[in-house]
């Protein structure tokens, strides 16, 4: 197999990778890659978006799904979705930056929601892919929020999954509690021990766990970018996000908890439900804040039901009067 080291555009968008394929794609060289059966299953693709590599997996044909992954994950955290959604959909997970399998050079200097906001639109507009169906887990539902915010004409609906918008809450602190013990591990050099740490705050005491191995797997392997990530000023990393800015988002939403998840996580939903005009808020039972690797059917089949509801025809709508 050939390898090659190609620069897609000026600034980061290079890196050394196997390829047999190469095409320009809306004036973007995308690169299908072939993945070591080691590291994963799927061909996996690159393009540069924002001046930066962006990692990403995809199948089916149709109007596209993206699903934009948390903290300490990457796109293989939507394994579960990817055979049931690219049925009569296309449906794209990417990989955000820092992320594994993206090349990580240097301890990231800037790492906020608004950044990654600004990738993701530079990844939909890279693959010509508006509007979608987006969909964000964890921080990524923050990132999405922004995405929704400031670019509606991006977005056919979203679909927000817990998002840590922790100035939803009347009282919190600067930073999370697990937040702060997970940086002390961090500065002790217990990565594997921060990363459990890190995941029992927020999914609940023990759950690291119980997670399937390859899940497990793939949080460690994203530890570094975690280093850096809690690293940042806690007015980059959780920035105030108000209600205000909630009602800008006029897409069809939905808010997704787990009947199980951590209090903060569904106070802050509630929240959102109140502030987002087009809202509305679903439980998947048996799941705590990982909904999509814990109970990935339920999960499934609320947001193809979604997904379906919102691409019906207005006068299919009307004529069974529902919504």
Same mark, same amino acid.
């Given at each position: 197999?050939?390898?090659?080291?190609?620069? /897609?555009?000026?600034?980061?968008?290079? $890196?050394?990778?196997?390829?047999?394929?190469?095409?320009?794609?809306?004036?973007?060289?995308?690169?299908?890659?072939?993945?070591?059966?080691?590291?994963?299953?799927?061909?996996?693709?690159?393009?540069?978006?924002?001046?930066?590599?962006? $990692?990403?997996?995809? #199948?089916?044909?149709?109007? !596209?799904?993206? /699903? *934009?992954?948390?903290?300490?994950?990457?796109?293989?955290?939507?394994?579960?979705?990817?055979?049931?959604?690219?049925?009569?959909?296309?449906?794209?997970?990417?990989?955000? &930056? @820092?992320?594994?399998?993206?090349?990580?050079?240097?301890?990231?200097?800037?790492?906020?929601?608004?950044?990654?906001?600004?990738?993701?639109?530079?990844?939909?507009?890279?693959?010509?892919?508006?509007?979608?169906?987006? *969909?964000?887990?964890?921080?990524?539902?923050?990132?999405?929020? @922004?995405?929704?915010?400031?670019?509606?004409?991006?977005?056919?609906?979203?679909?927000?999954?817990?998002?840590?918008?922790?100035?939803?809450?009347?009282?919190?602190?600067?930073? !999370?509690?697990?937040?702060?013990?997970?940086?002390?591990?961090?500065?002790?050099?217990?990565?594997?021990?921060?990363?459990?740490?890190?995941?029992?705050?927020?999914?609940?005491?023990?759950?690291?766990? &119980?997670?399937?191995?390859?899940?497990?797997?793939?949080?460690?392997?994203?530890?570094?970018?975690?280093?850096?990530?809690?690293?940042?000023?806690? %007015? &980059? @990393?959780?920035?105030? +996000?108000?209600?205000?800015?909630?009602?800008?988002?006029?897409?069809?939403?939905? /808010?997704?908890?787990?009947?199980?998840?951590?209090?903060? +996580?569904?106070?802050?939903?509630?929240?959102?439900?109140?502030?987002?005009?087009?809202?509305?808020?679903?439980?998947?039972? $048996?799941?705590?804040?990982?909904?999509?690797?814990?109970?990935?059917?339920?999960?499934?089949?609320?947001?193809?039901?979604?997904?379906?509801?919102? %691409?019906?025809?207005?006068?299919?709508?009307? #004529?069974?009067?529902?919504?």
């Amino acid at each position: 197999m050939l390898l090659l080291s190609v620069p /897609l555009i000026a600034g980061e968008c290079h $890196a050394p990778f196997s390829s047999k394929f190469v095409s320009a794609f809306s004036g973007v060289l995308v690169f299908l890659l072939v993945a070591p059966a080691a590291i994963s299953g799927p061909n996996i693709r690159h393009v540069c978006a924002n001046g930066v590599d962006l $990692a990403y997996v995809e #199948k089916g044909r149709g109007t !596209p799904i993206l /699903l *934009v992954h948390g903290s300490l994950s990457d796109f293989t955290m939507w394994s579960a979705q990817m055979d049931v959604l690219g049925r009569n959909h296309r449906v794209i997970a990417l990989s955000r &930056r @820092y992320h594994w399998p993206n090349v990580l050079k240097e301890e990231p200097k800037d790492y906020a929601p608004q950044l990654h906001a600004q990738d993701v639109v530079a990844f939909i507009q890279a693959l010509g892919l508006a509007p979608v169906h987006l *969909v964000g887990h964890s921080y990524g539902g923050f990132v999405c929020a @922004y995405v929704a915010k400031d670019h509606p004409e991006l977005v056919r609906s979203l679909t927000l999954i817990e998002p840590p918008i922790f100035s939803f809450l009347s009282s919190h602190p600067e930073r !999370p509690p697990f937040v702060t013990t997970a940086l002390d591990l961090f500065a002790k050099g217990e990565d594997d021990s921060t990363v459990k740490s890190f995941i029992s705050g927020v999914h609940g005491p023990g759950s690291f766990e &119980r997670l399937p191995p390859k899940i497990q797997e793939h949080m460690l392997l994203n530890a570094h970018e975690m280093r850096a990530e809690l690293r940042m000023p806690p %007015e &980059r @990393y959780f920035p105030a +996000f108000t209600c205000d800015d909630a009602r800008r988002i006029t897409m069809p939403t939905l /808010l997704v908890t787990g009947t199980n998840s951590p209090s903060s +996580f569904r106070a802050i939903l509630a929240q959102s439900h109140v502030c987002v005009p087009s809202s509305s808020v679903t439980e998947i039972p $048996a799941a705590s804040h990982g909904v999509q690797f814990e109970n990935p059917e339920a999960f499934n089949h609320a947001l193809l039901k979604f997904v379906v509801q919102v %691409e019906k025809p207005l006068s299919s709508v009307k #004529k069974t009067g529902r919504t």
